[in-house]
Each structure stands twice: as C-alpha cells, then as structure tokens.
C-alpha cells in the first residue's frame, strides 16, 4: 500500500507544479500593476513638470508677436521716410510744396488758407 502523506499539496489531484505556476501567476499580476502605477507616476510627472515650461513658452511666443508687430511698424515707418527722402531728392515740385508749407512761404498775388486744427 502506498504511503500517504499528511501534507495536502502532496495530494496528487493537481498536476505537478501547479503551485508553483499559481505562485508565478500571482506575480506577474504584481509586476505587471507595479509597472503601470510607475508608467502612471511617470507620465503625471512629466504633465507636471511641462505646465511652467508651456508657460514660459506662451510668454515668450507673446514677447515673440509684439516685437513682430513693432518691426512691422517701424520698416512701415522706414519705408515712408525712405519715400519722402528720395521725393526731396529728386522731385523739385515735391521741394517746392514741403518747403512753402513748412517756411509758411507764398508767390506774390497768393493767398494762403490755413486752417487750425
């Protein structure tokens, strides 16, 4: 007669190492939770840590835009005064008109009409 153990896993109604694949199984649920709270934690710290650099990012992109704008104006301005220099230059009725309008200069038998702003 065979010899009986008082042990219940030596009972042979599992397989043979069924414990073990129990055991094992039980772990890879374990790493596999560990490693998604650590991918959890790391993508809450990388939002966390962006937030101050998405708002410098957005200042500056203001900085950025204002600037822009002010060069805008002043190459407008630039091209204005390049204009009117090179009307001064070359065009002697444009002299002319500037310089009567500014010195308040007329031809005799003019008569000047100024209006006050």
């Known amino acids: 007669m065979p010899r009986q153990s008082s ?33 959890l934690t790391a993508c809450v710290a990388m939002v966390v840590l962006s937030v101050p650099q998405l708002r410098k990012l957005r200042t500056l992109e203001g900085e950025l835009s204002r600037a822009s704008a002010k060069e805008n104006h002043v190459r407008a301005y630039k091209s204005q005064k390049t204009r009117e220099l090179s009307a001064l230059r070359d065009d002697p009725a444009y002299l002319e008109l500037v310089a009567r309008d500014r010195l308040d200069l007329y031809r005799r038998g003019e008569r000047i009409y100024r209006i006050a702003r």
Request: proline share 6%.
């Open 7 to 39: 042990c219940p896993r030596d009972n042979r109604r599992y397989p043979a190492g069924h414990h073990v694949r129990a055991r094992t199984t039980g772990l890879r649920i374990v790493n596999r939770a560990a490693f998604l709270v650590l991918l």
